[in-house]
């Protein structure tokens, strides 16, 4: 007979993997439909596509199967896709684009989305096909690329909210904060897998201005205490910037999936298993070995059943270890889960957990005592930031393969 342990780690894979497929691009492209002589939308508005210049810009971790997905809508005049990996479609002109620091191809990919905007006439459509991951795949940057990189990567190894390191890209940037807008002469019309919880800063907002300011990222940055290790060009650049025009108009903007539509379909499958589950979309933000710790404890105090939990944490780097947000979620969970019912799995919906091949990991009851018995120091290879080693040993990363979404990151806590 199969003990609860190895049910329940049968089940929260299989809650995982329905959070995942309902965020997949194709399952919600479906929600637009062609008909006539243009397309319905979502709230059952319409945007006519025949008689005008219609040109693509699909950006980020889904564009490769956003953009397949909307091929039938075409002809379309010019096809701009930047996605993680190379997107193979007769007249569409396609970038590999870098995460989570942009390369010169995500430079590429980023000048040639503002050149369609510049070519799009005033009766032209431009439609943004927008995911997460894009605000590091397509850039066209105010300083030099190496200093943007570089700014970037200390923000993301300091554990910076992701909401300051948006705030700086943004400003340092032609592309964001609406500059894709500004440039379109015509009708823009954005669909979005977000994994944002506000969609106007998803990929740091290249057709929607936040009422922010260069200022607003120098003072944040003065606060974490990182300004003066910032480049020099980036400091300079953002203490001249002027103030940015307003947007002429505000963009059609549709969501099609994100973080909810995920934990919706999580929850359906933890109730069709029989879990009384409770879902708290936001919930994961912060520290990750913090919100792991709280995880772990939860599963003292809560009741039986399944909690489903969403959101992005950060991870200040401080060893010299190899790991992923969702890996150091787990770890930090598996001293209160110790000798005890419970089962956590934890990964990021695009598939890719930090500089790794595993999307995150999954603890219970007896990770503790098997990590003992191989000679691993839980604690220590937190402390390193070394979580993927002392999962990849337990047999316990969860491994996905890029998913070509992202919907931010679930953690599914079932509680015998």
């Given at each position: 007979?199969?003990?609860w ?18 965020a ?9 439909r ?10 059952g508005?319409?945007?006519r ?23 039938p809508?075409g002809?379309?005049v010019?096809v ?17 684009g ?21 070519a799009?006439?005033?009766?032209d459509?431009l ?12 850039e ?27 705030l ?11 500059g ?17 919880d ?13 009422g ?15 300004l ?23 963009p059609?903007m549709?969501?099609?999936?994100d973080?909810?539509t ?17 879902v ?11 919100r ?12 039986p059943?399944?909690l ?5 944490t ?25 000798g ?18 595993a ?55 079932l509680?015998?």
């Open positions: 007979m199969r003990s342990r190895d049910e329940a780690r049968e089940h929260a894979r299989a809650i995982l993997q329905a959070a995942l497929q309902a997949q691009p194709q399952v919600a492209m479906r929600r637009i062609r008909a006539g002589d243009g397309l319905v939308l979502p709230d508005s319409r945007v596509l025949a008689g005008r210049a219609v040109r693509v810009v699909a950006l980020g971790k889904a564009a490769g199967l956003m953009s397949a997905h909307a091929q809508w002809p379309f010019e701009v896709v930047s996605a993680p990996y190379k997107v193979d479609i007769p007249g569409f002109e396609a970038y590999v870098s995460h989570p620091l942009p390369d010169e191809e995500s430079v590429r990919a980023g000048e040639r989305a503002l050149d369609l905007a510049r799009t006439g005033p009766d459509l439609i943004v096909l927008l995911s997460g991951g894009a605000s590091a795949m397509a066209a940057p105010d300083v030099p690329l190496a200093d943007l990189r570089r700014a970037s990567d200390l923000l993301l190894r300091s554990g910076a909210p992701i909401e300051t390191l948006n700086v890209r943004r400003h340092a940037s032609r592309l964001k904060d609406g894709l807008a500004r440039a379109c002469r015509g009708e823009l019309l954005v669909l979005a897998v977000s994994d944002v506000d969609p106007a800063t998803l990929a740091s907002g290249p057709a929607h201005a936040d922010t300011s260069a200022q607003d990222a120098l003072d944040a940055l003065r606060r974490l205490g990182l003066e290790a910032m480049p020099a060009t980036l400091r300079e650049h953002l203490a001249a910037a002027p103030p940015r025009a307003p947007l002429a108009r505000t059609r549709h969501v099609l999936a973080t909810t995920a934990l919706d379909a999580a929850a359906q499958a933890a109730q069709d298993l029989g879990y009384a589950t409770r708290l979309p936001g919930w994961l933000k912060g520290e990750a070995r913090e792991g710790r709280e995880l772990g404890e939860q599963a003292r105090a809560m009741a059943g399944a489903l939990v969403g959101g992005e950060t991870v200040h780097v401080v060893g010299h270890g190899k790991g992923g947000r969702n890996q150091e979620v787990a770890l930090a969970a598996v001293d209160s889960l110790s005890r019912d419970a089962i956590l799995a934890t990964f990021g919906t695009d598939g890719v957990d930090g500089p790794t091949d999307a995150g990991a999954i603890v219970d009851g007896l990770t503790r005592a098997r990590a003992d018995a191989l000679g691993l120091d839980g604690a220590a290879m937190l402390a390193e930031n070394d979580s993927y080693h002392h999962f990849d040993a337990l047999d316990d990363l969860v491994r996905t393969g890029p998913t070509g979404t992202n919907v931010r990151d679930i953690a599914v806590l509680v015998k």
